[in-house]
């Protein structure tokens, strides 16, 4: 629920099937999302079978008043991975998205799903506080009829109409006759007052029970004081009315969902690799079907390749069978999201500048298939050196030239992590024969260290200077004496 956002647009909730695990390599499915059929989950399981995201043995779908798909694997499934992958990969997860639109005077209108219950009661109220003023008014008409009826029959107003000739005098005898008990009433007397008095029938009349209504005029007074106390505490009143709405019409219809919190299941970490990854260095292509290839390790369809190119272009694609990426691929590597503040570390070299540098990077966010450039210029790099992580040293070899120390040692510890765009820092101002990991204890032993000091983490971006290795008398020995060129 943690995109829901009380239901207005753009929000998702996430929905799944309830499975639980059966015996041996089998899962039974036991309930379906809300807009998935038996069928379609059953489809969606057998399409991610055939791309190879997860491995199906057999699927029996036993339905009948209750919803039951056993499904079952193949032999070497990780079963701890089982339900993750037909979250991430089936329809036993999918996402609604709540569209509250309704019609509001006349009008669309968005709301979220406490705007509509609050509407809702609102309107409810409404409609009951209407109810109950009809029904006040029914009451207090009653009332007035049968006060009148008894003041018509008790005070015998009914004998004034047998001298009357016409109908106008007919009525006017009446309300002549009831004047001196107008006060007792609540309403004023009307025309069709009067006409239906005349209607009371001398049946009604020669039986007439004095007690009897006054009981009943005592009755309509007790219903007219409860509704006008349901009136003055309406909402109380409409509370009221949906418990009671529960109460009757409750049962049976309970929620049938279940509100839980679960971490999204991610579908690099369930995936079955099932494939193999492989890359022609030389001619730049990667895929799974290159066969006589050079083989990179386990992948899946799903996954993101990370090559790096020797004229400094990195890329991240997505495994294909055969694909092209670039000549002369120097390094290339699964990749995949926990693999962005991966450290790499690598050296380079411009080559009409005739300098090289030391580079550490994370890849962080990245475009399938777009160029991104490792060196300081575009075209004129050529990159000798690629290895991940902390603690990795490296040799570099330079070409040889007189009164130069071509033999280099960089520990990559001793240099700052960057962004992918940062130049690095100069290591020299010549050119470079080579480049290659080395062990701790060979770089120690060439820079004749006792112990290994502390990184120094440089921070500055193309030093001017060389950097230099570490200080020990060794290679303060073989150092190269400087020249200045200075007057």
Known sequence: MSGYQDGLAGSRVK?????????????????VPYGVTTESLIDSILAAQDKGKIKVANISDNTGARVEIVVTFQRGVD???????????????????????????GKPVAMSVTEMVRHNADQTRGLLKRDLEIRRDRL??????????????????YLRIEKAKTW?????????????????????????????????????????????????????????????????????????????????????????TELASFDTVKAVEVVERTEKLYVERASGFIGTDLKGGEEVGPCSSIDNVLVILEDGGLFVSKVDGRKYI????????????????????????????????????????????????????????????????????????????????????????DFAVKGRGAGGNTITKHRVSSAQDISENVYMNRLGLDELPPPSAADAEDEPEEIAAPETKKNAERRPRRTSNRN
Not at 141 to 156: A, D, G
Not at 175 to 198: E, Y
Not at 215 to 240: C, H, M, N, P, W
Not at 359 to 365: A, C, L, M, N, W
């Open 326 to 413: 670039g000549e002369k691929i120097v390094y290339v590597q699964v990749f995949g999201p926990d693999d962005r503040d991966t450290v790499f570390n690598i050296v380079y070299e411009h080559r009409k500048k005739e300098r090289a540098f030391v580079k550490r990077f994370t890849v962080g966010g990245a475009t399938r298939d777009k160029r991104y450039e490792l060196g300081k210029s575009a075209g004129d790099t050529r990159v000798h050196h690629v290895s991940v992580g902390g603690g990795k040293f490296v040799y570099v070899k330079l070409r040889k030239k007189p009164r130069i120390r071509t033999d280099l040692y960089f520990r990559f510890d």
């Open 15 to 31: 929905v799944r099937a309830k499975i639980e695990p059966d015996q041996g390599k089998s899962v039974i499915i036991r309930e």
């Open 79 to 105: 079963m701890d991975k089982v339900m993750d992958a037909l979250y991430a990969f089936t329809e036993c997860e999918t996402t609604l998205s709540p569209n509250g639109m309704v019609i509001r005077d």
């Open 140 to 157: 207090e008409l009653r009332w007035h009829h049968k006060s009148l009826v008894q003041i018509f029959v008790e005070n015998r107003i």
């Open 168 to 256: 106008e005098a007919v009525l006017s005898e009446i309300d002549k006759g009831l004047d001196p008990f107008k006060k007792q009433l609540r309403q004023a007397v009307t025309h069709d007052d009067l006409v239906m008095l005349t209607e009371v029938k001398i049946r009604r009349i020669s039986a007439w029970d004095a007690e009897k209504a006054k009981e009943e005029l005592s009755a309509i007074d007790k219903e007219i004081k409860q509704v006008k106390g349901f009136l003055r505490k309406l909402t109380d009143y409409t509370i009221a009315y949906f418990d009671r709405l529960i109460a009757d019409y409750g049962k049976g219809r309970e929620r049938k």
